[in-house]
T-cell receptor, first 115, second 113 residues
Framework: AQSVAQPEDQVNVAEGNPLTVKCTYS??????LFWYVQYPNRGLQFLLK??????LVKGSYGFEAEFNKSQTSFHLKKPSALVSDSALYFC?????????????FGIGTKLQVIP | EAQVTQNPRYLITVTGKKLTVTCSQN?????MSWYRQDPGLGLRQIYY???????DKGDVPEGYKVSRKEKRNFPLILESPSPNQTSLYFC????????????FGQGTRLTVV
């Protein structure tokens, strides 16, 4: 069975500081990994994905994520946090199961950027 | 504009009264799914559909039904809602394939009393 772990319920960071939101995964075969962001009263929005190739993936709003196969991690990062980055962040893994696409989400990490 | 539209956004109902939450997408996506979001549990998949007339159970299908008669629509049906189905529900769509990202609707906040 595949799974995603987001070990931190909440991450607090000062505006202008770098941020990291952690994600580890477990899946059979090659992983397809995603990050989504959810602002209050909104649906999830796609940020970035790792399919293959370069381990550092760049996405929307200045976010990037680093894929580490040996540590089965896919941490989300940003060099300089903005107050507007405050939101709920979800990591997800996708794989084939019985011929069908199976997507599993983590429980989410609340990011609070402090002015 | 590419979008996934859910209706209603908010719904309060009583135990046992059948309800339907509609979902429509305008991107010609093959894959559609329903999730519920609960505090501390993240998003859990209820049902998904790989194409018209092809649906299957997700992780938490009990108490729900779906249908996919047209490619663009994927309604979620609660035949006899119960209070434990009080939750925030999201519909999502994507192109078929493990490497494609999902587009989400705005969500439906359901309260069953």
């Amino acid at each position: 069975a595949q799974s995603v772990a987001q070990p931190e319920d909440q991450v607090n960071v000062a505006e202008g500081n770098p941020l990291t939101v952690k994600c580890t995964y477990s899946v059979s075969g090659n992983p397809y990994l995603f990050w989504y962001v959810q602002y209050p009263n909104r649906g999830l929005q796609f940020l970035l994905k790792y399919i293959t190739g370069d381990n550092l993936v760049k996405g929307s709003y200045g976010f990037e994520a680093e894929f580490n196969k040996s540590q089965t991690s896919f941490h989300l990062k940003k060099p300089s946090a903005l107050v507007s980055d405050s939101a709920l962040y979800f990591c997800a893994v996708s794989s084939l199961r019985g011929g069908y696409q199976k997507v599993t989400f983590g429980i989410g990490t609340k990011l609070q950027v402090i002015p | 504009e590419a979008q996934v539209t859910q209706n209603p956004r908010y719904l309060i109902t009583v135990t046992g009264k059948k309800l339907t939450v509609t979902c429509s997408q305008n991107m010609n996506h093959e894959y559609m799914s329903w999730y519920r979001q609960d505090p501390g549990l993240g998003l859990r998949q209820i049902y998904y559909s790989m194409n018209v007339e092809v649906t299957d159970k997700g992780d938490v299908p009990e108490g729900y039904k779906v249908s996919r008669k047209e490619k663009r629509n994927f309604p979620l049906i609660l035949e006899s809602p119960s209070p434990n189905q009080t939750s925030l529900y999201f519909c999502a769509s994507s192109y078929r394939g493990m490497n494609t990202e999902a587009f989400f609707g705005q969500g439906t906040r359901l309260t069953v009393v």
